[in-house]
């Protein structure tokens, strides 16, 4: 079946420095959404990317879609205590079902 | 906009009883809702689809007649954990997504059910 696989598991870093996380998809998706979830908190729906090779970007965060739709990467530059929690993808194939990857943990360390 | 409220946050109950959680969309028409469960420090795992009116879609492994899942109305579904025992102890979140936009979704707060 479809899977959805997410690297890596956990980072650590230190305030300042860079961070990213990358999902691959065993298949070709339709689209794929980037979520936040903070310790004991949900999922936060940040964004979606829809178009091969797109490239979006949220002040420090920058999103971008493989250009074969069956990758993608949240790179965030200068993390901040507060980018703290596990960032997931989460792909889907066009129809209702949402397939999440397992999750990147963030930790900072001031 | 997009807020999605779920009641209770947290249930602790006996071995045996049924619990049922809630799950509002509160400023949008919810067509489609999803139920998930989430282990500590794992990833959701989807188990089941609903659409208002309809039957929901179970995810293979997801016992139906357990989990018993309605969608009544385009702003409420609601989760029933049938004769709940130890292992279905876990974080349950729900999330809503408009008609044609079901791959945004707009999650709960979750509800933590224990189960003794």
């Known amino acids: 079946g479809q899977q959805v696989m997410q690297i890596p598991q956990y980072q650590h870093v230190q305030e300042g420095e860079d961070f990213t996380t990358y999902c691959n998809s065993s298949t070709t998706l339709s689209n794929i959404q980037w979520y936040k979830q903070r310790p004991g908190g949900h999922p936060v729906f940040l964004i979606q990317?829809?178009?091969?090779?797109e490239v979006k970007k949220q002040k420090r965060l920058t999103f971008q879609f493989g250009e074969a739709k069956k990758n993608s990467s949240l790179h965030i530059t200068a993390t901040q205590t507060t980018d703290v929690g596990t960032y997931f993808c989460?792909?889907?194939?066009?129809?209702?079902?949402?397939?999440f990857g397992a999750g990147t943990r963030l930790f900072v360390k001031a | 906009g997009a807020v999605v409220s779920q009641h209770p946050s947290w249930v602790i109950c006996k071995s045996g009883t049924s619990v049922k959680i809630e799950c509002r969309s509160l400023d949008f028409q919810a067509t489609t809702m999803f139920w998930y469960r989430q282990f500590p420090k794992q990833s959701l795992m989807l188990m089941a689809t609903s659409n208002e009116g309809s039957k929901a879609t179970y995810e293979q492994g997801v016992e139906k007649d357990k989990f018993l899942i309605n969608h009544a109305s385009l702003t409420l579904s609601t989760l029933t954990v049938t004769s709940a025992h130890p292992e279905d102890s876990s974080f349950y979140i729900c999330?809503?997504?408009?008609?044609?936009?079901?791959?945004?979704?707009?999650f709960g707060p979750g509800t933590r059910l224990t189960v003794l």
């Open positions: 990317l829809v178009k091969s090779g």
């Open positions: 989460a792909g889907n194939t066009g129809g209702f079902k949402t397939i």
């Open positions: 999330s809503a997504a408009r008609l044609a936009r079901e791959s945004e979704q707009f």
